[in-house]
């Protein structure tokens, strides 16, 4: 059974730095593009990062800086390095991973396997 489970959020003030993780089992990542999204309350999932099968990544506007995404295929896993966090950076944060591994878009339709998402709040 395909799985993907994301962990690292939780709260942290302003200016401050979390880390999350995505951990996959069910299958090898190696072939997959991983993407994040996020999703604030009253809001639309937006597409956060991505990381291709290779080397190719993908930033929205609003993450590029401040947010870094690497994969460790040897332990099934993607990465989001999040520093310089704001508080509209508050959602809860999804890993999804989309089969076509050379395409890495922030567009949730591409993706078929879905993670059940992790809190991230950004408060003082």
């Known amino acids: 059974q395909l799985q993907l489970v994301e962990s690292g959020g939780g709260l942290v003030q302003p200016g401050g730095s979390l880390r999350l993780s995505c951990a996959a089992s069910?299958?090898?990542?190696?072939?997959?593009?991983i993407g994040w999204f996020r999703q604030a309350p009253g809001k639309e999932r937006e597409g956060v990062s991505c990381i291709d099968s290779g080397t190719g990544t993908f930033y929205a506007d609003s993450v590029k800086g401040r947010f870094t995404i690497s994969r460790d295929n040897a332990k099934n896993t993607v990465y989001l390095q999040m520093n310089s966090l704001k508080p509209e950076d508050t959602a809860v944060y999804y890993c999804?991973?989309?089969?076509?591994?050379?395409?890495?878009?922030?567009?949730?339709?591409?993706?078929?396997?879905w993670g059940q998402g992790t809190q991230v709040t950004v408060s003082s």
């Open positions: 069910g299958f090898t990542i190696d072939y997959y593009a």
């Open positions: 999804a991973a989309a089969p076509n591994g050379y395409v890495c878009t922030g567009l949730a339709y591409n993706y078929n396997y």
